[in-house]
């Protein structure tokens, strides 16, 4: 097997750029070249690219170091840098003529051991490679990655018919553990598998929902979260990707997919999308859409004036309904919602169904492909399962619906099965093969479903497993509540009495923990029971500490958003295994209330200790806190003091358990925090005089200001005279008695009401 050491781009489109990004995120050397500008700087289109990786609000490189390795050039002056280079992707334009005169080149100036792939996902490795001699097509290859690439996990890779093994493997290995991707591979077919089945779906509900009448807000609340897919829904997901864009990728798989191929039905453009382009309404880069942001306002669109309308969102029994019983209450309703979701769901699963065995035999390649590559929850198959192969059969032949034969062949059975404690896979000849992923890969999704919780509620459970207690989240954005606390204490204490190995507080869902659950917090002051209030945040106090203290090791190991109280817990455990894109920080000064469960004290003492002065630290965490500063990569988090220098993160995610599970053995208890002499009154009259200033230059706001005057009492000891000595207790005393002052203000109830009823969570 090849070691890759230096790589090559070729095409600084937001692809191309992407992919360099991701290399060098890994640690790897790149060159990103484009065409040579005719403009004074000719490397204009390459730095452009580079440009788009530092966009502040997608970042595509993790830290400074990481934008060092990116060399930019041009393929006029520096093709002769991709001479020594172990991996050169291609990313230029989708024409068939420029990949192939570009491949010719490559062949001609670049060693022999040199791999070379293509991002393509429209034109079949058989023609790229047409007239290219033997020795190229051995080592040539798709890599199809996902937009945005730092994020998106799916990469799908795709063999010619003579591409080596040792290619293969090459790639599959740099691309799952340096660049943190969920390989796929896929046969050389039209549209491979994510966007195949990915854009039917989209298009199926985009069709269905104008046969049905329903509005862009109807329609994404329920093809969305009740399904276990984004919130974006269809429309919302129009607008991100762009609506011209999507147009034009519907159109590509028109073109490329078989003529009896059942997406043809949801090909053709809908009149008033077609209008809606010509008229610049092409989503978010155009700043309008199906929706669109008027100031602090959304809007829709109105499909029947074409006009935008306020937003209003959906409340109605089906929707709560579904968050708690799942998608069968969707499917069994005879609504219009109803029926708009039980057409979408049952042609989309039938779409997917009906690609095996030809597109692939092994069906959890499609689910994965769209858990990776599209963030549903639940694959095609998983759903089935969920809804019953023999509910879905018989429905569709009593409405005489056609049935692929892979669902025929498969009634009374289930399409994961668990065996002995190993989970396998139904195949198409009926036979189940356990899932097997590679070497340190370990999804918790999938080991959940081979073990029994040791206890469990509505909001989280643990598990027993390789003689460790997992605590997992599983509320709405995961956030916590005193359901989610008591499995954490549960977990401690059984372990302790056990003697297990440790604990580690960990979920394979898109987001770790999103914070507080504000419901809880709204339901305190709606009923006036600010003594409750403070009795949970006491618990919540308690429960870190007990994390803390206890006598084993506490792990955490946080995928997604750790934010607010999320990474509260994280800043309590003993040591923490993170993903590279973990984002984390204590936001809590944008819902209008601080911190309260051990973070405000957790990061005076990170800061103290990391600038060896108190009054330092108290000015960093006053500032740090107060601007709800988010880390988006482990290097922003070591510039804020979020990470211990032990701490370690992994860029695939999916390994990150194992690691965790791997360092219970060597995970030294963090330390109880001695007294801390805080730096007092003169120092609080400061921070309130940045306050005010600030305030006058409309830069806060006055509830900023109020919300800033009780960090900066808790970081400063407040009206005390400077050295008072405070202990962690005093210091925690302190956050939750500002938390429930704040929390009875007019302008944090306000903003809490208005967050919960326009579907806003604590992590925007």
């Not at 991701?22 to 065409?35: F, R, S, T």
């Not at 041009?74 to 002769?80: L, M, Q, V």
């Not at 009259?685 to 706001?701: A, F, H, I, Q």
Request: charged residues 25%; aromatic residues 8%.
């Amino acid at each position: 097997m090849n070691k890759i050491k230096k790589v090559g781009v070729i095409g600084a489109g937001t692809m191309g750029a992407g992919i360099a990004g991701q290399v060098a995120n890994a640690g790897i050397e790149v060159w990103l070249l484009d065409l040579p500008s005719d403009s004074d700087n000719v490397n204009s289109l390459a730095e452009r690219g580079l440009q788009r990786l530092k966009d502040p609000d997608m970042p595509g490189i993790m830290s400074k170091e990481a934008e060092q390795l990116i060399n930019l050039g041009n393929t006029r002056d520096h093709f002769d840098e991709l001479k020594n280079c172990d991996w050169i992707a291609e990313a230029v334009v989708e024409r068939l003529d420029i990949k192939q005169a570009l491949y010719r080149q490559l062949n001609e100036s670049c060693k022999d051991s040199t791999i070379i792939t293509s991002n393509t996902s429209t034109i079949p490795i058989s023609l790229l490679t047409e007239g290219m001699p033997k020795s190229f097509c051995e080592r040539f290859a798709i890599t199809h990655f996902f937009n945005p690439v730092r994020f998106m996990r799916l990469l799908e890779l795709v063999r010619g018919e003579q591409t080596r093994q040792d290619v293969m493997d090459t790639l599959d290995v740099f691309c799952e553990t340096m660049l943190g991707k969920g390989v796929v591979p896929c046969l050389d077919t039209p549209g491979f598998l994510a966007n195949r089945v990915g854009v039917f779906a989209i298009q199926c509900a985009l069709h269905k929902a104008f046969k049905y009448n329903l509005s862009p807000i109807e329609a994404d609340a329920f093809f969305g979260r009740p399904l276990g897919l984004p919130k974006t829904g269809v429309f919302g997901l129009y607008d991100l990707i762009g609506i011209d864009l999507m147009a034009d990728v519907a159109k590509s798989l028109e073109n490329i997919l078989p003529e009896n191929d059942a997406f043809h039905k949801y090909a053709s453009p809908i009149e008033f999308v077609s209008n809606m382009i010509a008229n610049g309404q092409t989503g978010n880069k155009n700043e309008q859409g199906f929706y669109k942001q008027a100031g602090d306002e959304k809007k829709v669109i109105d499909f029947l004036s074409g006009d935008y309308v306020d937003h209003e969102r959906l409340k109605t029994p089906l929707l709560e309904k579904a968050e708690k019983v799942g998608v069968t209450a969707i499917i069994s309703d005879e609504s219009k919602y109803g029926l708009f979701i039980w057409e979408v769901l049952s042609e989309t699963l039938c779409y997917a169904a009906s690609l095996v065995p030809e597109v692939t035999e092994d069906l959890a390649q499609i689910d994965d492909a769209m858990k990776l590559g599209y963030n549903w929850v639940k694959g095609p198959f998983e759903l089935i399962d969920e809804i019953g192969i023999d509910y879905l059969v018989n429905r569709l032949k009593k409405s005489g619906k056609d049935v692929p034969d892979f669902l025929l062949s498969s009634l009374n059975n289930k399409f994961y099965n668990t065996t002995n404690s190993v989970l396998s896979v139904l195949s198409p000849s009926g036979k189940l093969s356990p899932i097997v992923r590679p070497k340190g890969v370990l999804r918790f999704s999938e080991a959940r479903q081979t073990l029994v919780p040791i206890n469990v509620n509505e909001s989280a459970s643990w598990f027993e497993y390789e003689g460790a207690a997992i605590v997992e989240f599983h509320s709405k954005a995961n956030a916590l509540d005193s359901q989610s606390l008591d499995m954490i204490s549960d977990a401690v204490t059984y372990s302790e009495k056990k003697g297990l190995r440790g604990v580690i507080v960990h979920n394979d869902f898109q987001h770790f923990s999103c914070g507080v659950s504000l419901w809880s917090v709204r339901e305190c002051f709606e009923k006036n029971d600010f003594d409750g209030l403070d009795a949970f945040l006491t618990y919540f106090q308690n429960t870190m500490l007990q994390m803390r203290d206890s006598k084993l090791p506490v792990i955490a190991a946080p995928v997604g958003m750790s934010i607010g109280g999320g990474f509260e817990v994280v800043l309590h455990a003993d040591h923490v295994v993170s993903h590279a894109n973990s984002v984390m920080g204590l936001v809590e000064s944008f819902v209008g209330v601080v911190p309260a469960g051990g973070g405000c004290k957790e990061m005076l003492y990170r800061w103290t200790e990391k600038l060896n002065d108190t009054q330092k630290g108290a000015w960093k965490s006053f500032m740090n806190i107060g601007l709800g500063r988010k880390a988006n990569s482990p290097q922003e988090a070591d510039a804020l003091a979020m990470r211990r220098a032990d701490d370690v993160f992994q860029m695939n995610r999916d390994r990150i358990l194992n690691i965790a599970l791997s360092k219970l053995g060597d995970t030294k208890k963090a330390s109880q925090r001695s007294p801390l002499a805080l730096s007092g009154a003169e120092h609080f009259k400061e921070m309130l005089e940045w306050l005010e200033v600030n305030n006058k230059k409309g830069m806060l706001t006055p509830h900023d200001v109020t919300v800033g005057t009780e960090i900066g009492r808790i970081m400063s000891g407040g009206d005390c005279p400077a050295g008072t000595v405070f202990s962690e207790q005093e210091i925690l005393d302190a956050e939750r008695s500002s938390f429930i002052t704040l929390a009875q203000t007019q302008e944090t109830q306000a903003r809490i009401v208005s967050m919960l009823d326009n579907g806003v969570t604590l992590r925007n």
